[in-house]
């Protein structure tokens, strides 16, 4: 491609777009033209600016990323979300996204996903790769409801999550951009929702549905 590839990052986390956009900023391939933090402003900004490639969480006020793809279709979307929960990844998918990335990605990894998707092809983290496969052999039900993760807020997932994987909360809150306080809230929370007493107990219940 002889043009530089015009990019929308929406995400809801102030500082994480801030430092997304300083990292593309720094790739003479990619220009980003513009910002967005919920549904709506998402919506918005693709009718305004017309992006050839939407970078776009997963968990968004107003309705979350699949809610922009289905009010806003035209653009290709590559999701770029803390979540590499199987429900997300194949959802997202369905939903319309060429791809889909982990925020563990660097910058020069991302630059090169957003030329990909551009260019037609679909991007996966590797993992999540493996997620798309077993959802069309059939190996994983997406269509089951799991009713004791559907009581958690999007953001207690996020928060469940990671303290599952063995992050201490100093990590999850310097990963999710909010205060130990805070993680400490919606930990109390989740463990309260699950009826579960412990981190070790938490850990078992994600293992068990496919969830780290």
């Known amino acids: 491609m002889t043009d530089a590839v015009k990019v929308l990052i929406v995400d809801d986390h102030a500082m994480f777009r801030r430092g997304v956009h300083a990292e593309l900023g720094a790739a003479d ?21 017309r992006p050839d490639v939407v970078l776009l969480d997963v968990h968004l006020p107003g ?69 798309v496969l077993d959802a069309f052999a059939g190996a994983i039900d997406v269509s089951a409801v799991d009713e004791d993760l559907d009581r958690l807020t999007e953001r207690e997932r996020e928060v469940m999550r990671l303290i599952a994987r063995g992050y201490s909360y100093k990590e999850v809150a310097k990963e999710l951009f ?8 919606h930990m109390s929370s989740v463990l309260r929702k699950l009826q579960l007493s412990s981190r070790h107990e938490l850990t078992r219940w994600a293992n068990d549905r496919r969830l780290l």
């Open 29 to 49: 391939t990619v220009d980003v033209i513009g910002e967005a933090e919920d549904v709506d402003t998402a919506v918005a900004a693709i009718a305004a600016d």
């Open 63 to 131: 309705g979350g990323g699949v809610e922009v793809m289905r009010r806003a279709p035209g653009p290709l979307f590559l999701a770029l979300s803390v979540s590499d929960a199987a429900e997300d990844v194949i959802g997202t998918i369905r939903g319309g996204a060429r791809g889909y990335v982990t925020k563990t990605i660097t910058g020069a990894e991302l630059v090169a996903a957003i030329h990909r998707v551009a260019t037609g092809d679909a991007v996966f983290s590797p993992r999540l790769a493996g997620f």
């Open 178 to 185: 909010i205060s130990i306080k805070t993680v400490e809230t």
